[in-house]
């Protein structure tokens, strides 16, 4: 796998943002979850969104990552409209080019940490021996080469974590989605899961977007919206980059 990093753009060409929304609403019943957000994320950007429990948070994460449409407005990944995709194909779109973590890692506790870091690879139709090749690099290269057989039933959360970030990382997306993916952890071991997260969406020159309650976690991201009431709330740049925990 090529981990150079990418070079920033010249500040003489702006930067297309890679995922973007424009105006975005979404009501469930009667409850506004999004109100109207436009948001613009550059590649490689690493982006925090905190706000209240209820303030759409979520709603906006599964909207920027294509997992629900929103009612109004539009989504746009790499230059196309992917709230206007058919179901099958914004599925393609988040197999192929974006990366999940979640907070409770989601693994398949059954299937040694290798398989599970191998299965998204397998489900856009890479042969079992190459995905699994490249999943014990991916394992390798993040330092859990040792876990590669183990099963994350066997595993602690720290651990199990670490291999989700592999799971998420191996097919070199270009947007990684993370909700609050320290948040089943300890302080320690959620600083050093922040930081292989960071570390490596940017070895792979991949953008960040974070849902998290916690302003130490949001910390580790170059930029921090605030979400509230369905709205943004604020948007600017975070300066004490590396976590403060
Ligand atoms: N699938 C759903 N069905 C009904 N209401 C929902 C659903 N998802 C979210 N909501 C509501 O939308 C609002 C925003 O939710 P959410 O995006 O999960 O907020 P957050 O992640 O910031 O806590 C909340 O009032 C929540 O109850
Ligand atoms: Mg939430």
Redesign the pocket.
Known sequence: MDMTPHSPNSPSAPAQPVLSTLDIT?L??Q????AGVSLEIAKGETVAIM????????????CLSGVIVPDDGEVRFDGSTLSGLSDRDRSHTRLRRFGFVFQDNQLIPELPARENVALPLMLTGTSRGKALKEADEMLRRIGIADLGTRRPGDMSGGQAQRVAIARALVGRPSVVFA?EPSGALDQATGHEVMQLLTTTVSLIGASLVL?THDPNVANWCSRLVE?RD?LVHSDGVLAARGGAL
């Open positions: 979404k469930f019943g409850v506004r979850a999004l706000g209240p429990s209820g303030s759409g948070k979520s709603t906006l994460l599964h909700d849902v979400i369905g």
